[in-house]
């Protein structure tokens, strides 16, 4: 599966569709851990977290997707004991870099003059505002912030994608992220736990799925100018 954009060929999905599927899922709160996504399924999940956007395009962040059920067990107890951790069928970690540096901005600029095929000196405006802001500006010292408020874009992006698959998902912020960090060798790498998100299909005992969503209405959240 390639990421390349396609949006020439691309066919609008419904807005019955759209809506019929965020109105469907819902924070999960009891999965069936009998039941698996299947691996064309989370094939499309990845890339639903790869093609997420990001601010400048810098995608700071790495997605670490926990397979191991003894690190689940882990997780689990720094995670409130949420049983989520361990009964969904993907548990999906994302992580925030620590800083942007001179390197990622040129590392970047390589990647982008060789994806569409440009000379690199053509996109040193692009260079100097992302070092302007990111990694000599008055952002730079909010760098993982920043990262971190990414990383949110890659979780909307992914539950939004589940949902359209049929796939249930939980965020979750009930951890401790240094305890992941730990657990997850991300010391020392430049990156660190934001948030989690498990991933795959409810159990028909969650009573939460039966309730309504509770939400305001549009004219008392959307205001038009």
């Known amino acids: 599966m390639t990421n390349n954009n396609t949006s020439a060929s691309f066919t609008p999905l419904g807005g019955d569709a759209v809506l019929q599927a965020l109105n469907w ?33 810098l995608q700071p962040w790495r997605f670490v997707n926990v397979a191991d ?8 107890a720094v995670s409130w ?17 620590e800083t942007v540096t001179v390197d990622d901005v040129t590392v970047l ?17 692009y260079r100097q505002m992302i070092m302007f802001d990111l990694v ?8 993982f912030e920043w990262a971190a408020r990414q990383c949110y874009i890659a979780l909307g992006n992914l539950m939004t994608s589940a949902a359209m698959l049929g796939v249930d998902t ?6 401790d992220p240094s305890a ?12 660190r736990t934001v948030v989690a998100c498990a991933l795959g299909f409810r159990s028909a005992e969650d009573k939460y799925a039966r309730l309504p969503k509770v939400r305001y209405p549009a004219e008392e959240v959307v205001k038009n100018c």
């Open 170 to 175: 939980c965020p979750m912020e009930g951890l």
């Open 109 to 125: 600029m390589k990647t982008t003059a060789q994806t569409r095929k440009v000379l690199e000196i053509t996109l040193e405006p």
């Open 81 to 97: 004991n949420q049983a989520q951790v361990v009964d969904a069928s993907h548990l999906v970690v994302l992580a925030a870099r």
């Open 180 to 191: 992941y960090d730990r657990i997850l060798g991300l010391g020392g790498t430049g990156y």
């Open 136 to 143: 000599n500006g008055a952002r730079s010292k909010m760098a």
């Open 25 to 57: 899922r819902y924070a999960t709160k009891v999965f069936d851990a009998t039941r698996k996504l299947s691996p064309e399924q989370w094939q499309i999940l990845e890339q639903a977290l790869v093609l997420t956007p990001s601010s400048y395009g």
């Open 69 to 76: 059920s003894s690190v689940r067990e882990q997780l689990k």
